[in-house]
């Protein structure tokens, strides 16, 4: 099972939750450009599971192995193939959710598009996990934009309906997870340094394109630029951002358009958010079927689990962005510095 997404950056992510392993090939990135490995193995750490008591007890050190691509640590232009071993694995947890599948989790669609053969531990493909690879790609794009002034930096703005104080919004998950269950929250992401006139109208708009990279993450359900669904409540005169010249450049005096207009880049912070839904393996009792015998069951999920996804997502939606970013780059011919 492979996933891909770009035009000219071509992201691929492969691989499984409970397989032996899951990586990315990227094809398009520039040749010339030095892997950070420290930076790397710190923007891979934020995401890995095991380190914290509010994320799943699940142990990975999630470091990649470059297979192709690289050379003495920096990229030759061919395509970049990059794997990361599944050591904690213990697919036996999800026997229970074979025929049963959880509510929320993509057990059920993928048994009616995939059958019954396919091996749905710990999620399969649709797994948390598969954040682990597009984190590899997204530290490569990410490290390649600052060193041409683009910034992408995100952090949650919002956990179980709690906004603003990190402690508070962690009492949130440490409180869903104390009850058995879940809760979801928002990310939000900014990038800084974002030329002005990248993109274009329709489907060429920049935020389709961050949108589409951004829903690749499992359990984003929602994703809004600027105001977003603010602005639905607004006044025009409220909602438009007025331009004005400071230094001798056209800026905006306030930025409700989050950085895009037109689907094209304004010059302005660009600015999302990204909306998580609580995560879908609860320890709470769920009604279920049992698809084999078609009748209706209780189901307790076993397994390790996040009780909530947000904290772990932030990289990977840092991750998606970048990707989407630097593949608008590329594609546009926008000259790009590797050094
Ligand atoms: C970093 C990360 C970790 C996740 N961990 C879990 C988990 O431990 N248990 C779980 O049920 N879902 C987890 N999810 C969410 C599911 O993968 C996701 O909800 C499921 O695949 C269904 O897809 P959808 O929510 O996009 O519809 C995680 C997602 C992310 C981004």
Same mark, same amino acid.
């Given at each position: 099972?492979?996933?891909?997404?770009?035009?000219?950056?071509?992201?691929?992510?492969?691989?499984?939750?409970?397989?032996?392993?899951?990586?990315?090939?990227?094809?398009?990135?520039?040749?010339?450009?030095?892997?950070?490995?420290?930076?790397?193995?710190?923007?891979?750490?934020?995401?890995?599971?095991?380190?914290?008591?509010?994320?799943?007890?699940?142990?990975?050190?999630?470091?990649?192995?470059?297979?192709?691509?690289?050379?003495?640590?920096?990229?030759?232009?061919?395509?970049?193939?990059?794997?990361?071993?599944?050591?904690?694995?213990?697919?036996?947890?999800?026997?229970?959710?074979?025929?049963?599948?959880?509510?929320?989790?993509?057990?059920?669609?993928?048994?009616?598009?995939?059958?019954?053969?396919?091996?749905?531990?710990?999620?399969?493909?649709?797994?948390?996990?598969?954040?682990?690879?597009?984190?590899?790609?997204?530290?490569?794009?990410?490290?390649?934009?600052?060193?041409?002034?683009?910034?992408?930096?995100?952090?949650?703005?919002?956990?179980?309906? =709690?906004?603003?104080? *990190?402690? !508070?919004?962690?009492?949130?998950? #440490?409180? @869903?997870?104390? +009850?058995?269950?879940?809760?979801? %929250?928002?990310?939000?992401?900014?990038?800084?340094?974002?030329?002005?006139?990248?993109?274009?109208?329709?489907?060429?708009?920049?935020?389709?394109?961050?949108?589409?990279?951004?829903?690749?993450?499992?359990?984003?359900?929602?994703?809004?630029?600027?105001?977003?669904?603010?602005?639905?409540?607004?006044?025009?005169?409220?909602?438009?951002?007025?331009?004005?010249?400071?230094?001798?450049?056209?800026?905006?005096?306030?930025?409700?358009?989050?950085?895009?207009?037109?689907?094209?880049?304004?010059?302005?912070?660009?600015?999302?958010?990204?909306?998580?839904?609580?995560?879908?393996?609860?320890?709470?009792?769920?009604?279920?079927?049992?698809?084999?015998?078609?009748?209706?069951?209780?189901?307790?999920?076993?397994?390790?689990?996040?009780?909530?996804? =947000?904290?772990?997502? *932030?990289? !990977?939606?840092?991750?998606?962005? #970048?990707? @989407?970013?630097? +593949?608008?780059?590329?594609?546009? %011919?926008?000259?790009?510095?590797?050094?």
């Amino acid at each position: 099972m492979k996933s891909s997404f770009g035009q000219t950056l071509r992201v691929t992510v492969w691989g499984q939750s409970h397989a032996p392993s899951v990586g990315t090939d990227i094809d398009g990135f520039p040749a010339g450009y030095r892997i950070d490995a420290d930076a790397l193995a710190e923007f891979m750490s934020r995401r890995a599971p095991g380190k914290d008591p509010l994320s799943t007890a699940r142990r990975e050190d999630d470091i990649p192995e470059f297979l192709s691509g690289v050379e003495n640590g920096v990229t030759t232009g061919g395509v970049i193939k990059a794997e990361i071993k599944n050591r904690d694995i213990r697919p036996s947890d999800y026997d229970n959710v074979k025929n049963v599948p959880r509510p929320g989790h993509a057990d059920y669609a993928a048994r009616v598009k995939y059958g019954d053969g396919y091996d749905m531990a710990g999620g399969g493909p649709f797994s948390g996990r598969m954040t682990a690879p597009l984190c590899v790609a997204g530290a490569l794009a990410i490290g390649l934009l600052s060193k041409n002034g683009i910034s992408v930096h995100a952090k949650p703005v919002e956990i179980g309906g =709690v906004a603003g104080d *990190v402690d !508070a919004m962690k009492e949130e998950i #440490a409180k @869903a997870k104390a +009850d058995g269950d879940s809760v979801g %929250g928002v990310v939000e992401c900014t990038v800084e340094g974002m030329p002005a006139g990248v993109g274009g109208p329709l489907f060429g708009g920049m935020e389709g394109l961050i949108s589409s990279a951004v829903f690749a993450i499992p359990a984003v359900k929602g994703i809004e630029f600027g105001a977003g669904f603010a602005a639905a409540r607004m006044r025009g005169s409220e909602n438009n951002d007025p331009f004005a010249v400071e230094n001798g450049m056209v800026v905006t005096t306030k930025n409700d358009h989050g950085g895009i207009l037109g689907g094209i880049t304004s010059g302005a912070p660009l600015v999302f958010r990204a909306a998580f839904k609580p995560t879908p393996s609860i320890a709470k009792e769920q009604d279920s079927v049992d698809l084999s015998t078609l009748e209706n069951v209780k189901l307790t999920v076993k397994g390790r689990h996040d009780p909530c996804v =947000v904290l772990r997502a *932030v990289p !990977a939606v840092e991750a998606a962005c #970048a990707i @989407a970013i630097l +593949d608008a780059l590329l594609t546009e %011919g926008r000259i790009l510095k590797t050094e």
